[in-house]
C-alpha cells in the first residue's frame, strides 16, 4: 500500500501563504488520483484538492481561487500552494490517492499530515 509523507504546514497569519508537499512512497505516474485532504478538530475529513495524471484538477468550493495543487512526477510529489489563508483553513492537511476521480475510497495510507494553523 502506498505511503505519503506531508510537510510544509505550520503557523502564519490571515492572508498569508503556505506550500504544502507530499511525497508518495512509489512513483505517482502510477497514481491516477492524487488528492489534499483536510480535518480540522472534531470535523470530519474533507477532500479539498484533487488532481489527476492527466493533469485535470478539481478544488473544493472553499478553496477555489486560493488554493492550487500541483504534481512532480520525477520527484514523487504533489504540492499545494495556499494563499489568502483564512482562519477557517486551519486544520491538519494529509495527502492520499485514487484509483479514479469516481472512487471516494483512498488507496493509500494515511499519513501523520502536517498541521497548518491560521491565527493572528
Known amino acids: 500500500q502506498v505511503q505519503f509523507v506531508e510537510s510544509g504546514g505550520g503557523l502564519v497569519q490571515p492572508g498569508g501563504s503556505l506550500r504544502l508537499s507530499c511525497t508518495a512512497s512509489?512513483?505517482?505516474?502510477?497514481?491516477?488520483?492524487m488528492d489534499w485532504y483536510r480535518q480540522a478538530p472534531g470535523k470530519q475529513r474533507d477532500l479539498v484538492a484533487s488532481?489527476?495524471?492527466?493533469?485535470?484538477?478539481i478544488y473544493a468550493d472553499s478553496v477555489k481561487g486560493r488554493f492550487t495543487i500541483s504534481r512532480d512526477g520525477a520527484k514523487n510529489t504533489i504540492y499545494l500552494q495556499m494563499d489568502s489563508l483564512k482562519p477557517s483553513d486551519t486544520a491538519v492537511y494529509y495527502c492520499?490517492?485514487?484509483?479514479?476521480?469516481?472512487?471516494?475510497?483512498?488507496?493509500?495510507?494515511w499519513g501523520q499530515g502536517t498541521q497548518v494553523t491560521v491565527s493572528s
Open positions: 492520499n490517492a485514487r484509483d479514479g476521480i469516481r472512487f471516494k475510497t483512498p488507496t493509500g495510507s
Open positions: 512509489e512513483t505517482i505516474t502510477s497514481l491516477y488520483v
Open positions: 488532481i489527476t495524471s492527466f493533469g485535470n484538477i
